[in-house]
């Protein structure tokens, strides 16, 4: 069994929003701080966001006051509410544990895609 599945990627006109979900499958979810990253074509994996088990949140500098990353640990869910999306926002999104070191297999994530 997968232990994350992400959706609710898609095409967007620059500007618009886009709200990406990602459901766990792994008992350990409400003990770990979990993230959102991406990876952009030729271009390595990066972290966009992170939240803890308890709900404290950082954003990288590209997507502050961007977006917005949400948990609920009854539903062993985590969103990523994005809005004023950019072209460079263009990537497949991944959740995962948070550090990058502690993350298990990754899913197939969803795609975004942003057009100017």
């Known amino acids: 069994q997968v232990p994350l599945v992400e959706s609710g990627g898609g095409l967007v006109q620059a500007g618009g929003s886009l709200s990406l979900s990602c459901v766990a499958s792994?008992?350990?979810?409400?003990?770990?701080?979990m993230g959102w990253y991406r990876q952009a074509p030729g271009k390595q994996r990066e972290l966009v966001a992170s939240?803890?088990?308890?709900?404290?949140?950082n954003y990288a500098d590209s997507v502050k006051g961007r977006f917005t990353i949400s948990r609920d640990n009854a539903k062993k869910m985590v969103y990523l509410q994005m809005n004023s999306l950019k072209p460079e926002d263009t990537a497949v999104y991944y959740c995962n544990f948070f550090p990058e070191r502690v993350t298990t297999a990754w899913g197939q994530g969803t795609q975004v895609t942003v057009s100017s």
């Open positions: 792994v008992s350990i979810f409400t003990a770990r701080a």
């Open positions: 939240i803890s088990s308890g709900g404290s949140t």
